[in-house]
């Protein structure tokens, strides 16, 4: 499998960089501080491929506090608001679609 730094980018729109936290597993996004955050809103949008290129690199460097950072495609509305691009972020930023198993 090509490692995701080794494949070619493409960028069509509003992109941020996601991942999953190693702690708990929850969703995080790259900031501009290059650190993580849980929000969305916080995330650093990128619009070039370079760009996109640099932040994943950043991100992949940090396995210790994230797992599996990917570049994700977004919407960013006419007031500033920011919005997953597509159905698969809608998914996992609302989280499990399951109920999952309480144990016993």
């Known amino acids: 499998m090509t490692s995701p730094l080794q494949q070619k980018i493409k960028i069509t729109g509003p992109s941020v960089v996601t991942a999953n936290r190693t702690a708990d597993g929850i969703v995080i996004y790259r900031d501009a501080r ?16 370079e760009d996109a290129r640099t ?17 994700a495609p977004v919407i960013v509305k006419d007031d500033g608001a920011v919005e997953p691009g597509n159905l698969r972020e809608r998914i996992r930023r609302k989280g499990v679609t399951i109920d999952l198993p309480i144990p016993a």
């Open 34 to 49: 290059k650190g993580w955050t849980p929000d969305l809103a916080q995330a650093a949008i990128v619009r070039t491929a």
């Open 55 to 71: 932040l994943l690199a950043e991100s992949a460097a940090d396995d210790l506090g994230a797992i599996g950072p990917y570049i």
